[in-house]
């Protein structure tokens, strides 16, 4: 029989979307010493994608999970179709070099963050499918290789060595959770640090973000600028923080202040214990996700949940990391709070579908 949706689930996403909404909505006036127009625009879009984001939440929180792992073939199949769209340039349109954005005229979207997803919902249909088998090489490991190496053909020409890195981690751990051999998982790990040491060495702008985290003072104006102002940032917010609306940083100050330095501006608003807080809510989110995996009936369930929550908390601990100058500086959005309709969609569609699995969790 079903059950209502995980309490502290739902609770845990409404607060990580409410806390979003009121960050992006500070961090977005930066925008008015800069263009006022522009603040407008994205305030607006961003309103709407929540609003739609929302509604996606509800419709996934009640289809039945099992009708998605049926359709998981396909699901990824269309999700690699609307990354090679990407190859048409008339459809594509850039930002800060990369062209990772489809541009339909009345939409514009980044189909690598459906890709996400897709592959999370397919590799979770594979390995509940093979079951014990997993633990073999031909059924658990290689899929596994196969498909990374297909994305990472699509996802390396898109210069977007951030999404491969995400969704190569996460599907280790789903690995990890449906029972492969350890001896098979280091393998991978080994294998994965050498392929984006490779892409680091052959790809510049790769290599130079890491050169700028182990020497962000060589070039303090130029590529060590963006880290030197968010620790600066998050400095100034000491322990409780400017209050809500009061950065200075964002004026004029940190690049992306909606977008890749936006966990800046909400330590310097709300200091070490704001961030904290925000952390602390990512962590719920992701421990109360494996606990609705942990007590799903079904393998598919169980690993699907993971899988998102794993997804969910890489690419935003990815973000805060590297704001604070523990790994270099990434692309990757603060899921739920950064600009990025498409990112704020799926991820609340993606957290409709555990609040599906939830529903059918064992007593």
Known sequence: MKKSIDKVFLLSVVMLTVAGFLVFSSASLGLLARDGASFQ??????????????????????????????????IFLFSIFLNLLLFIPSLTQSHGGAGRWIDLGFITFQPSEFLKIAFVISFAAWLAGVKDKVKSFSL???PYIIIIGVLSSLLIAQSDTDT???????????????????????????????????????????????????????????????????????????????????????FNYLPEP??????????????????IVLILLFLLFLFRSFKIGARSPSIFGGLTAIGIAILIIIESFMNIASMLGIIPLSGMPLLFISHGGTALIITLGAAGIIANISKHRKT
């Open 140 to 142: 658990g490991i290689l």
């Open 258 to 275: 909606i977008g890749d330095s936006i966990f800046a501006v909400q330590a310097e608003e709300f200091g070490f214990v704001g961030s």
């Open 41 to 74: 625009t994205v305030a607006l879009k961003q309103t709407v994608s929540l609003l739609i984001g929302i509604g996606v939440f509800f419709i996934m929180s009640r289809v039945n999970y099992k009708y998605i792992g049926k359709y998981a073939l396909y």
């Open 164 to 250: 491969l890195i995400v969704i190569s981690g996460t599907g280790i751990i789903m690995l990890f959770s449906a029972g492969a051999k350890v001896r098979h998982l280091i393998l991978l790990g080994i294998c994965l640090f050498i392929l984006v040491g490779t892409i680091a060495y052959t790809r510049p702008y790769v290599w130079q973000r890491i050169t700028t985290f182990l020497s962000p003072d060589q070039d303090a104006q130029g590529s060590g600028y963006q880290i030197r102002q968010s620790l600066i940032a998050i400095g100034s917010g000491q322990l409780l923080g400017r209050g809500f609306g009061q950065s200075v940083q964002k």
